[in-house]
Nanobody
Framework: QVQMVESGGGLVQAGGSLRISCTTS????????MGWFRQAPGKEREGVAC????????YYKNFAKGRFTISRDNAKGTLYLQMNNLKPEDTAMYYC?????????????????????WGQGTQVTVSS
């Protein structure tokens, strides 16, 4: 059974930075696309960013462009999200996700329904 564990969340002031991580038990991460999603209180879960297995293709939601950076280290089985210039509206539970893609070179999908494996989430709280 695939395990995915997020870490690095916490409380940060507006304008600050935070890097969250997701460690997986997937052995051959080269075959998987990965992504970050978030869910704020009272809201539906939404996508943040996705990354292809070779890291050469990424996709960001508009609110994340220019402030967030998704990256991965397949050898370590880890996904990262660097978040800069954080805003109070970024407060949410952040989830990592992975899905088998057979090593397809292009990032073809990045929706919530596209991912089979999920972590339990890490809380990010941004104070004003």
């Amino acid at each position: 059974q695939v395990q995915m564990v997020e870490s690095g969340g916490g409380l940060v002031q507006a304008g600050g930075s935070l890097r969250i991580s997701c460690t997986t038990s997937i052995l051959n991460l080269d075959d998987y696309i990965m992504g970050w999603f978030r869910q704020a209180p009272g809201k539906e879960r939404e996508g943040v960013a996705c990354i292809s297995w070779r890291s050469d293709e990424t996709y960001y939601k508009n609110f994340a462009k220019g402030r967030f950076t998704i990256s991965r280290d397949n050898a370590k089985g880890t996904l990262y999200l660097q978040m800069n210039n954080l805003k109070p509206e970024d407060t949410a539970m952040y989830y990592c996700a992975a899905d088998y893609d057979g090593g397809y070179p292009e990032l073809r999908r990045c929706g919530e329904s596209d991912f089979a494996h999920w972590g339990q989430g890490t809380q990010v709280t941004v104070s004003s």
